[in-house]
T-cell receptor, first 115, second 113 residues
């Protein structure tokens, strides 16, 4: 099955700990994205990557870091510097952007709770 | 960054009725996309409409785009209980070069059986 997976579905961490969320896709998409969704809100872009070994900050990158060492994988680290990390995190992928825009395919999401 | 705003925020209808959701935006767009999200799940792409298109259909879905009014609407005909979800519009700006969509806050649709 082609698709995009995120793990784990639920994640609990203590304040002050870094945590890494996994995102993998086998759609052969060049572009990948991380969004944050808070209750009753839309999606806010954290980071995106249009090609391996390159990524760009989105609207709310502070306190987050990413890497893109492989086309299939785009892990997100929520660091202790993120002031309010409890949220629903969504990963997405799409065909290469930069010359046009295409629909995004989303993973099932990871719900992170930090106490 | 530009953001589409959906209206209404919430919509409650009976099964069989039509549901109409609107999206307004501020600056010129390359395209506008509609997505659906079931509670606690990821988003699913429904329709992408480009700035030179006025209407697109997919099954029971009809999307219109009026670039002069900077607005779009999503019509779901003959709604079913399974259509209960949140619906988001996402706008892709014409300029800027990144072609990254910006999502609105969504319309929460409840279809009563």
């Amino acid at each position: 099955d082609g698709g995009i997976t995120q793990s784990p579905k639920y994640l609990f961490r203590k304040e002050g700990q870094n945590v890494t969320l996994s995102c993998e896709q086998n759609l052969n998409h060049d572009a990948m994205y991380w969004y944050r969704q808070d209750p009753g809100q839309g999606l806010r872009l954290i980071y995106y990557s249009q090609i391996v070994n390159d990524f760009q900050k989105g609207d709310i990158a502070e306190g987050y870091s990413v890497s893109r060492e492989k086309k299939e994988s785009f892990p997100l680290t929520v660091t202790s510097a993120q002031k309010n990390p409890t949220a629903f995190y969504l990963c997405a992928s799409s065909r290469k952007t930069g010359t046009d825009s295409y629909e995004q395919y989303f993973g099932p999401g990871t719900r992170l709770t930090v106490t | 960054s530009q953001q589409g705003e959906e209206d209404p925020q919430a919509l409650s209808i009976q099964e069989g009725e039509n549901a109409t959701m609107n999206c307004s935006y501020k600056t010129s767009i390359n395209n506008l996309q509609w997505y659906r999200q079931n509670s606690g799940r990821g988003l699913v792409h429904l329709i992408l409409i480009r700035s030179n298109e006025r209407e697109k259909h997919s099954g029971r879905l009809r999307v219109t785009l009026d670039t002069s009014k900077k607005s779009s609407s999503l019509l779901i005909t003959a709604s079913r209980a399974a259509d209960t979800a949140s619906y988001f519009c996402a706008t892709v700006p014409l300029s800027g070069g990144s072609y990254i969509p910006t999502f609105g806050r969504g319309t929460s649709l409840i279809v009563h059986p």
